[in-house]
């Protein structure tokens, strides 16, 4: 086995790596608590995203592709898992208000248990802490330190929710170049800039960190350009700008994105309708 020291109990964690692959800890006593086997299978899955502090951000339609249900399925889950105190959900919003995935927080605990007993997630202190022992000030920024957030794995998660090894190593992989690529901005400017480059992807091309990587540099033109004016500067329109605001060109390419801005392509004369590109840009 590789990934936890079983021998210390503050180290395990819900989500550990042997040589068959990643696996998730079920508590035994939420095994034994009132609930369906499709909460407890909510449960194992919530563990394998999750990370040190319990937190992971899958969304409910990934969440429906892993148990093989429906959304709604996935809720009545969830509801039972929040019912016994194994789960907690909090709702995200984005900085215009518009609704994010769920945060959850797979509990560490038995309700009413103590620090000292089994924990099936992290160390540290607990999201409920009437039901454990506080840490000492020491003990609490050690914690704290060993557990700071990665707020650019976070967004890169956020988008792509990366299960298997391979796909966590192509993650880790795109963090790596875009950490290089914006070496003097912190990590909350990254995540931010992850998630506004994303935003700007355009029909027909893939979700992935590869294409993220591949594009990064075009993305970014087009965001800055759906956030400025919708006129060029100086009225002129050119390839760059078209490129910048509106993506593949469904006049010659076939494949552009819709939209509402008509316009008439500069290499190929036809009239599109919100995207185009011509073999990428120099």
Known sequence: MRGVDMSDPSSTTGRMTTDTGPFAIIPEWLLDADVSDRAIRLYAI??????????AFPSRKKLAERLKCSVDSVDRAKEEL????????????GEEGGQRSNLYIVAR?????????????????AHNENH????SPSDSQASSESRKRNLVWEALDEVFHPATPSERSNVGKTEREIRAAMKNADDAAIADEIRRRVAAYWPGLTKTPSALRQHWSELGRRA???????????????REWMFARNGP????????????TPFTCP????TGIEGWIHGGLD
């Open 249 to 260: 060109c469904q006049s010659c390419d076939g494949s552009g994105a819709k939209g509402d």
């Open 132 to 135: 454990v022992e506080r840490e």
């Open 46 to 55: 919530l563990a394998r995203y999750a990370d040190h502090n319990g937190e």
């Open 267 to 270: 290499d190929c004369g036809g």
């Open 109 to 125: 605990l038995r309700p009413g248990g103590r620090r000292a007993a089994a924990t099936p997630l992290g160390t540290g202190a």
């Open 224 to 238: 800055d350009a759906a956030a400025s004016s919708d006129k060029p500067p100086g009225g002129v329109i050119t």
């Open 82 to 93: 929040i019912r016994v105190k194994a789960l907690i959900v909090e709702a995200r919003h």
